[in-house]
């Protein structure tokens, strides 16, 4: 998809429109939601409620890293087309009837063992994420990569052996600008070998007004993600702090990496909800089998 607006009066970027940045669900409180209109522990069809803050992380911790400069794009799709791309034992999390793909381009930062430093030079490095939202028969929440493009070779083959991940190794980078008060992100990237005609290349400005509300959280409090490898489907917890949202708009957008992940009706279309955050410090724990 191709589509861009240029930086002059009247042009119309896209931005989330002011009713999804609100969130609202008639006033429930923040940091625990459900998406159908009632508290409690776990909601009717099994799925534990959407919560701002994470729960405790079993030890022992495994990994230990740092997101920066996190853009979230989303575009609604039919559950229909997101269950095939889905681990066994997991269906597509809906937010109001609907799911939704996400492509997350960002920063990792200080990646490293959770009880050793970080590893110099190969921790560190742009990566984006094609994402889609899942819940497990236990009620877990959480995400399932249909790619993750990262510009470190040994990064892409750990991910790939250890968890079994869809990474690919790309060419990246990121730049950020400052016009006036406001950052401008953008972030491009272009997959090696084979796939070379596949590339990406967002700009996006962060906005001065904070946000928060039950989409928010529906697309970014999530603890954990889904993938099959090995034979089985395992959940990987983690644990950060909240995530610090600002509203965002992206002002110019090339990218590939929706349809090479199986989701061509998201192409052409501006995404439905934008926001991004500044950071935040990230530990996993150990891998959790699923049933079923």
């Known amino acids: 998809?191709?589509?861009?607006?240029?930086?002059?009066?009247?042009?119309?970027?896209?931005?989330?429109?002011?009713?999804?940045?609100s969130g609202s669900l008639g006033g429930h409180r923040p940091g625990y939601l459900t998406l159908d209109g009632m508290h409690g522990d776990l909601e009717p069809h099994?799925?534990?409620?959407?919560?701002?803050?994470?729960?405790?992380?079993?030890?022992?911790?495994?990994?230990?890293?740092?997101?920066?400069?996190?853009?979230?794009?989303?575009?609604?799709?039919?559950?229909?087309?997101?269950?095939?791309?889905l681990p066994p034992g997991t269906r597509p999390d809906l937010y109001e009837g609907r799911a939704y793909v996400g492509l997350i381009p960002f920063r990792m930062v200080d990646t490293g063992a959770a009880r050793g430093p970080a590893v110099p030079w190969l921790g560190t490095f742009p990566e984006t994420n094609v994402r889609l939202y899942s819940v497990d028969?236990?009620?877990?929440?959480?995400?399932?990569?249909?790619?993750?493009?990262a510009a470190r070779a040994v990064p892409v083959v750990v991910g790939r052996l250890a968890f079994g991940l869809p990474y690919v190794w790309t060419r990246m980078n990121h730049r950020v600008d400052h016009h006036w008060t406001r950052a401008v992100h953008t972030y491009s990237a272009h997959r090696r070998g084979p796939h070379r005609t596949?590339?990406?290349?967002?700009?996006?400005?962060?906005?001065?007004?904070?946000?928060?509300?039950?989409?928010?959280?529906?697309?970014?409090?999530?603890?954990?993600?889904?993938?099959?490898?090995?034979?089985?489907?395992?959940?990987?917890?983690?644990?950060?702090?909240p995530w610090p949202?600002?509203?965002?708009?992206?002002?110019?957008?090339?990218?590939?990496?929706l349809a090479a992940a199986g989701f061509p009706e998201a192409e052409g279309r501006e995404p439905d909800h934008v926001a991004h955050a500044a950071a935040v410090t990230?530990?996993?724990?150990?891998?959790?089998?699923?049933?079923?």
Do not use: K, Y
Request: aromatic content about 10%.
């Open 198 to 241: 596949v590339s990406s290349r967002l700009t996006v400005r962060v906005d001065d007004e904070r946000i928060g509300g039950a989409m928010e959280s529906f697309l970014t409090a999530r603890w954990g993600f889904h993938v099959a490898h090995l034979g089985r489907t395992w959940f990987l917890p983690n644990h950060h702090e």
């Open 46 to 85: 099994g799925s534990q409620p959407i919560s701002d803050i994470a729960p405790p992380l079993p030890r022992p911790h495994l990994l230990r890293q740092q997101w920066r400069d996190v853009s979230f794009l989303h575009w609604a799709v039919s559950p229909e087309s997101v269950a095939p791309h």
């Open 1 to 21: 998809m191709h589509w861009s607006w240029p930086a002059q009066a009247g042009a119309r970027p896209a931005r989330t429109p002011a009713a999804q940045r």
């Open 245 to 257: 949202l600002r509203s965002a708009t992206v002002h110019e957008m090339q990218d590939d990496f």
């Open 137 to 149: 028969d236990a009620g877990r929440r959480g995400v399932v990569f249909c790619s993750l493009d």
């Open 282 to 292: 990230t530990r996993f724990g150990r891998p959790e089998p699923v049933a079923g």
